[in-house]
């Protein structure tokens, strides 16, 4: 006997707010090893660009050099990139956004990137209050060149061969606060809701977003002794407070509770919401945030969330009253003086 | 003929003595933080606006205050404006070099002195005048404080007396030297006179030193080649500037600060540009860079040290074809010693900047016109090419004053480059970053923020294919390296040609670039007056060489590089570029004083090198 089926039409592929598919903000083929934290933050970068709905062609990656300054190949294909010299993204992000006041610019570093050779870069960045991500792939070592420690490796740690790590480790998240940056956070690969809550906090920020996410180096140092493996954070992660996120466009809201949870409306309207696991921390006061930072390595944790938010603090790009164009496009006419000018100068040197 | 013009004097005065007019060198020893400086433009704008050819040449310590400084003012009627090797009229200021300064002076000079100096008892061949500077500046300066500055103007007066300077033109440059001060302005002048009227009653002149009105600077302007590169990156079109501080380079991005300032700010009252200072050189170039690959019109000025720190990302920006100008201002080698004295000591470093295969174009001005000319040049090229470009200048020309016809405004368009915009790739359907499309080694480039699918592509080092894909392949690597060639090859015949003066028939001819010109020029005539030789005259200015370059050494047997470094770096690199059988044509004058090149020594090298 015949029956007639009726054919399931195919489901219309999900798209994101700008009629984008997640598929149209992937990128190459992971060259990674498998297993690398690094592949999990490229995911999660993946996600939140999507559901933030940032049109590809806006991004600029930037990067320096190591395992992870190779990560922005395998994501986001469709925007520019730029894998630049070892430790010295920051000024190549910097005359960039000079450039192009109109990018939204995704810095992806090492450890080994930031903390040792770029350490002077990553300084002054945090100074100007560049509008950038930078995210720190933090796996205590320098993968690329085969493991050796990096300046963020813990007192103590050791190297898969026995080496001892006997160098206090450089916190670049209380550096990065007491230099000025004006959202600093820490997160781990691993923990996808958090991570990507703070990546779409990042998005909507005007202003430099500095985030130390911990990101297992699965060839290098995932062994026993190892400060950066993944079962270290599972055994020490400290989260100071449950992050979410709440972007502009989305009408849906969940109550909250204002007694135990902070609300920061972001430049673009969105809301961060952290609901305090600690009671008394504020996020926004530097001194607090250092001084529990500071704690956290007497203790033996790993601190993560928001440290410090100020979305009130002017950027670099306000402070150098930088015109609405972008410097790169600007016509002739507007950047060559007229003939008037030139007359003017001459007579004043005659 | 002679250089100088010797004229009987004419009516009063001393028996017999000889008048030399407008031909002189005036030298002002001080210590440096003294406040001279003001004395000195006073003096040198008051002989370029008598009509006479000048040029100032400050010789400074790396130091704030208490080093010997010189400043040395040439006044020359034929329009020489080299330095030159013989002071004719000391300004002994500094009890500290009083001695060596005169000692080291030519039979003849004269010498003016602080009367407790006591100096005319070292030599009885020079001409002595004391000035009591002490007494005085006490009178017109009731301040003491200020007596130090003022004491300046005493010489500035002085000077004018002895040399015949025009006193209406010395009380308009004291009033434009002050212009928006009165009372600075009324205190200098009462010091000018006081040093004029001491003069006029209390010395006879005894020495040949005199000026006359003439009229060859009329509708000229006098600059430093700072300044106007400054100028000229303004008219350029530049958009982002970082930088990092270092003598002499610094007075480029100061005076470009100031320029952009009054003439760069949009209607809206926002800035069409972004300077920063860096925190370094790395950071710096590194900033050039980032904002080149994104579209702007970038660049940065330095010297030695900072092209050093900037040679790993310049290798970078070689391989990923980024445009950006960077002017190295160059000076003699490290920071502690001589850092304040010229040299052309970098072409060598420079020229292959960074590891692995690099070259890079280099532009050589010689004078603040090719300073602000060359700077559209050098961004025009960067952008054309793909690739940094680095203008030559040194310290001479950067930090010293010029004299210079006034500049051309600039009637080539702006030049960007091959940028495919949205349109061009909804037009293409797409591009290969670095495919040869036009044979000539220059591929497409899109600007990050363009809005199309396909714009984005991804820069990295050494590794990539056409299509800007990640490859270790050899074959891939051998032909990007080609073609990088090919548009080094290409940028031959788009670079500045060399000047070529003389006949063309001699069979000496003489090869320099930047500064050395002015003493070539001057050298040549004394070749011709002095020993009747003839030569013929190539002013490089660019690298990679242009055809000329080869025909000239083709054409003469004996081919004089002159150049302010040890190693003969520019005869190198021509060895580098020549047909192998001219190489021996090649010889090297080589100038190392850290003092801007003199004709003489030009002159004399050579003609012991003809044997003569
Ligand atoms: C100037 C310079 N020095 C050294 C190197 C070699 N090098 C490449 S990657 C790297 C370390 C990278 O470590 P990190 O930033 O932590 O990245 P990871 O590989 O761990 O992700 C080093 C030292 C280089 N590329 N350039
Ligand atoms: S070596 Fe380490 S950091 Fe590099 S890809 Fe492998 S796991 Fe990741
Ligand atoms: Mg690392």
New interface residues.
């Given amino acids: 006997m015949a029956t007639t089926t009726a054919p399931s039409p195919t489901p219309a592929p999900k798209t994101n707010r700008i009629g984008l598919q997640v598929l149209?903000y992937r990128g190459?083929k992971t060259t990674l090893c498998a297993g690398c934290g690094h592949n999990a933050i490229s995911e999660r970068i993946v996600d939140a660009m999507y559901e933030m709905g940032v049109?590809?062609?806006?991004v600029?990656k930037?990067s320096g050099i190591g395992c992870s300054s190779k990560s922005?190949?395998y994501f986001m294909?469709?925007?520019?990139?730029?894998?630049?010299?070892h430790g010295?993204m920051?000024?190549?992000?910097?005359?960039?956004?000079?450039?192009?006041r109109?990018?939204l610019a995704l810095g992806v570093s090492g450890d080994g990137d930031t903390a040792s050779i770029g350490v002077?870069?990553f300084?002054?960045l945090m100074r100007r209050n560049l509008p950038m991500i930078y995210i720190i792939e933090d796996n205590g070592v320098y993968g690329l060149t085969k493991g050796q420690f990096s300046a963020t490796a813990d007192m103590g740690s050791t190297l898969k061969s026995g080496v001892i790590n006997d160098l206090p480790p450089i916190d670049t998240c209380a550096m990065a606060i007491q230099l000025g940056a004006t959202f600093v956070g820490r997160s781990f690969s691993g923990d996808k809701k958090q991570l990507q809550s703070m990546l779409k906090a990042a998005i909507a920020h005007k202003g430099t977003v500095m985030l130390d996410v911990v990101s297992p180096c699965v060839t290098f140092n995932d062994h026993d002794g190892s400060t950066k493996s993944y079962k270290y954070m599972k055994d020490h992660e400290e989260p100071l407070q449950e992050v979410s996120f709440v972007p502009v466009f989305e009408e849906i809201d969940v109550e909250y509770d204002p007694g135990t949870t902070v609300e920061v409306t972001m430049h673009d309207g969105s809301r961060l919401r952290l609901r305090k696991l600690e009671e008394a921390y504020d996020a926004s006061s530097r001194i607090e945030s250092v001084h529990r930072l500071m704690q956290a390595h007497e203790k033996g944790e790993v601190l993560t969330g928001v440290f410090y938010l100020d979305t009130h603090a002017p950027s670099f790009i306000d402070m150098?009253?930088?015109?609405?164009e972008?410097?790169?496009?600007?016509p002739?006419s507007?950047?060559?003086?007229g003939?008037e000018?030139?007359e003017e100068?001459?007579k004043e040197?005659? | 003929m002679a250089t100088t013009d010797v004229v009987p004097q004419e009516a009063s005065g001393q028996l017999g003595q000889k008048r030399i007019v407008n031909d002189m060198s005036i030298q002002v020893a001080t210590v440096n933080g003294s406040g001279s400086q003001s004395s000195n433009t006073v003096l040198l704008r008051s002989l370029f606006k008598m009509g006479i050819p000048v040029s100032g040449k400050n010789l400074f310590p790396s130091n704030i205050a208490g080093l010997p400084t010189w400043y040395t003012i040439r006044a020359n009627k034929d329009g020489y404006i080299a330095r030159k090797k013989e002071i004719d009229v000391l300004v002994a200021m500094n009890a500290e070099t009083a001695t060596d300064d005169v000692m080291s002076l030519t039979p003849g000079a004269a010498v003016l002195y602080d009367q407790p100096l006591n100096l005319s008892s070292l030599r009885d061949d020079l001409v002595f005048y004391a000035v009591p500077y002490d007494k005085l500046v006490a009178p017109v300066c009731p301040e003491a404080k200020l007596r130090k500055l003022v004491k300046n103007m005493i010489y500035v007066g002085v000077v004018a007396r002895l040399l015949e300077i025009e006193m209406a033109e010395v009380e308009n440059a004291v009033a434009k030297q002050f212009a928006k001060k009165a009372k600075a302005a009324a205190l200098n002048l009462a010091a000018v006179k006081a040093g004029y009227e001491y003069a006029a009653s209390n010395l006879t002149k005894h020495d040949p030193f005199v000026v006359k009105r003439m009229n060859k600077t009329a509708g000229k302007i006098i600059i430093d080649g700072n300044a106007a590169a400054a100028l000229g990156c303004m008219f350029a079109g530049v958009t982002v500037v970082a930088w990092y501080p270092i003598t002499p380079s610094s007075s480029l991005p100061e005076s470009l600060i100031d320029y952009m300032k009054d003439y760069r700010i949009g209607k809206d009252g926002k800035a069409t540009f972004a300077i920063v200072q860096a925190e370094d050189e790395l950071a710096a170039v590194g900033m050039v860079i980032g904002a080149g690959w994104a579209g702007a019109r970038s660049m940065t000025a330095t010297a030695g040290p900072g092209i050093s720190l900037m040679a790993e990302f310049t290798g970078l920006a070689y391989y990923a074809e980024i445009p950006g100008v960077i002017w190295n201002i160059q000076r003699v080698g490290p920071s502690t010693g001589l850092p304040t004295r010229t040299a052309q000591c970098d072409v060598l470093s420079t020229a292959f900047l960074s590891h692995g295969d690099t070259k890079h174009i280099l532009l050589f001005p010689s004078s603040p016109a090719e300073c602000f000319s060359m700077a559209q040049d050098a961004f025009d090229l960067a952008e054309h090419f793909q690739t940094l470009v680095f203008v030559m200048s040194d310290l001479d020309l950067g930090m010293n004053n010029w004299m210079s016809e006034p500049f051309a405004y600039p009637e080539k368009p702006i030049n960007r480059g091959k940028v495919l915009t949205k349109e061009d790739l909804e037009a293409r359907g797409g591009f290969a970053r670095y495919k040869d499309v036009d044979g000539d080694g220059i591929g497409y480039r899109t600007l990050p923020g363009t809005d199309h699918p396909a714009a984005a592509y991804f820069t990295r080092g050494s590794g990539h294919n056409e299509k800007s894909g990640y490859s270790e392949r050899p074959d891939d690597f051998e032909n990007n390296m080609e073609r990088i060639n090919k548009k080094f090859e290409t940028a031959r015949s788009f670079v500045p040609r060399p000047e070529v003066t003389g006949s063309g028939k001699e069979k000496i001819g003489i090869l320099a670039f930047g500064t050395s010109h002015w003493a070539i020029t001057e050298s040549r005539d004394q070749l011709r007056n002095e020993y009747k030789i003839e030569t013929d005259y190539l002013r490089l200015k660019a690298y990679p060489f242009t055809r000329e370059v080869q025909e000239f050494v083709e054409q003469h047997e004996r081919v004089y590089v002159v150049e302010q470094n040890r190693d003969s770096q520019m005869a190198s690199l021509l060895k580098l570029d020549l047909d192998a059988k001219l190489l021996t044509r090649l010889r090297s004058i080589n100038h190392i004083h850290g003092l801007p090149l003199d004709a003489r020594s030009v002159t004399d090298e050579l003609m012991s090198m003809e044997g003569k």
């Fill in positions: 149209d190459g049109k590809p062609e806006r600029a930037l922005p190949a294909s469709r925007s520019h990139s730029f894998n630049s010299v010295r920051p000024s190549v992000a910097t005359g960039a956004m000079l450039a192009n109109n990018l002077g870069q300084i002054h150098l009253n930088l015109t609405d972008p410097l790169a496009t600007l002739e507007v950047t060559r003086p003939r000018v030139l100068v001459m040197l005659m």
